[in-house]
């Protein structure tokens, strides 16, 4: 059984980081592109990061450019999500989720219209910036 398990999740202050972890079981992570969205409350799925199966390839929403950073160890079958200079905008509940195909990425940031979208995805972690 395939599952994706976030964690990291929490209450911080604004300005403040967080390093979110999806750890993956009944599946090698190493042969799929991963992506994190995040839902704010009252909004869609908002497409926030990806990878490609070895590392080498990321891209970022407009929205977190250069405040978190994406990464993987595939020894672990973990990805990860580095966020700092948080703010009350990222205020969501975060969710890890696979590619439906092998070494391919079949989803595209504009076209997420929900969790079904994905081969797979976690129970999601939430993440409150408040002072």
């Known amino acids: 059984q395939v599952q994706l398990v976030e964690s990291g999740g929490g209450l911080v202050q604004p300005g403040g980081s967080l390093r979110l972890s999806c750890a993956a079981s009944?599946?090698?992570?190493?042969?799929?592109?991963m992506y994190w969205v995040r839902q704010a409350p009252g909004k869609g799925l908002e497409w926030v990061s990806n990878?490609?199966?070895?590392?080498?390839?990321?891209a970022y929403a407009d929205s977190v450019r250069g405040r978190f950073t994406i990464s993987r160890d595939n020894t672990k079958n973990t990805m990860y999500l580095q966020m700092n200079s948080l703010t009350s905008e990222d205020t969501a509940v975060y969710y890890c989720?696979?590619?439906?195909?092998?070494?391919?990425?079949?989803?595209?940031?504009?076209?997420?219209?929900?969790?079904?979208?994905?081969?797979?995805w976690g129970q999601g972690t939430q993440v409150t910036v408040s002072s």
């Open positions: 990878i490609e199966p070895y590392g080498g390839i990321t």
């Open positions: 989720a696979r590619d439906p195909r092998l070494f391919q990425r079949t989803v595209m940031p504009g076209r997420i219209i929900s969790l079904a979208d994905f081969g797979s």
């Open positions: 009944g599946v090698s992570l190493s042969a799929y592109w």
